[in-house]
Structure formats: C-alpha cells, structure tokens
C-alpha cells in the first residue's frame, strides 16, 4: 500500500507523571499554547469554549476548543473556523496499570486524521509537528510533576 495517502498519523511517548495530572494539562485550552505548535499563545476568544493562537509555521490566527472525556482520559481538540469546528486531533493517555508501568508513569498517544482536502505538503508539516509537540508536552508535564513532589 506504497501508494495509498497517510489517512491518520499517531505518536506515542511514556511519560514520567501520573495518568491525572498528564490529563489535566491536555484538558487546559491555555496550555495547549505551550506546545501546539499551531496554537501558540492560546487565549479564549468571545465565544465561550473557544480558543485561538498563533501558528509558529506562517503566523495564521488558528481556533480550537478542548473536550475531555474523563471516563476514557480521551481529550477531543476541534479545530477549524470558529463556526465550523470539526474533531481532528485526540490525546489519549494509558494508565500505568493497563500496560505494566509504575505508578508514577503512563503513555500518551496524539493521534491527527487528515482531511481529504489537505495538500499533502501541509499533512507532512502537520506530522512533523506533532512529533515534536509529544516532546513538549511531555518536557513540560514531567517538569509540573517534578514540582508537584
């Protein structure tokens, strides 16, 4: 399948903090301007739920809101126009006993789904980003559990 178009990408990383507190920092719109690099310096906007920051790639104004789904530690980030945001980016993070971690530990997975209108040079820097935001998500919330002890 040498020529079928990337659908989805994912990256995964184990991270150094405890389930609950890695989720609550995935579940915080202003955080998410910490390491999305597509939304840096997050802030709300006028509209309730709605959060908008700057991309570091071409310095667009880009919009997103956050849905958590604590019974799965699931977070759903829709992204888009403020009128029209459609679900395209998941975090899920793996709790330390469903994979044989230490208590102190679990995975976070970022997963992304490719519209079918994206040009492929755009999905590629999409992919890109996301393998470094894992990093920076996971720096910074080891750095808040490092505090946290």
Excluded at 87 to 110: D, F, H, K, M
Excluded at 137 to 149: L, T
Aim: net charge negative.
């Amino acid at each position: 399948m040498t020529d079928v178009p990337a659908l989805a990408h994912s990256v995964t990383a184990l991270i150094d903090a405890p389930a609950e507190l890695t989720f609550a920092f995935l579940c915080d719109p202003v955080q998410v301007g910490n390491w999305a690099l597509s939304s840096m310096q997050a802030q709300p906007t006028e509209t309730p739920g709605i959060y908008s920051g700057c991309s570091l790639f071409d310095r667009a104004q880009n919009h997103f809101a956050v849905t958590p789904h604590p019974e799965m530690l699931v977070v759903e980030y829709r992204v888009g126009p403020p009128g029209a945001l459609t679900p395209r980016i998941r975090a899920q993070v793996i709790r330390a006993e469903s994979v044989g971690l230490a208590p102190t530990n679990c995975y976070l997975t970022l997963t992304a789904w490719r519209p079918a209108d994206m040009p492929a040079a755009r999905w590629s820097r999409l992919c890109a980003a996301h393998n470094v935001e894992i990093w920076l998500i996971k720096e910074q919330v080891e750095a808040a559990a490092q505090a946290a002890r």
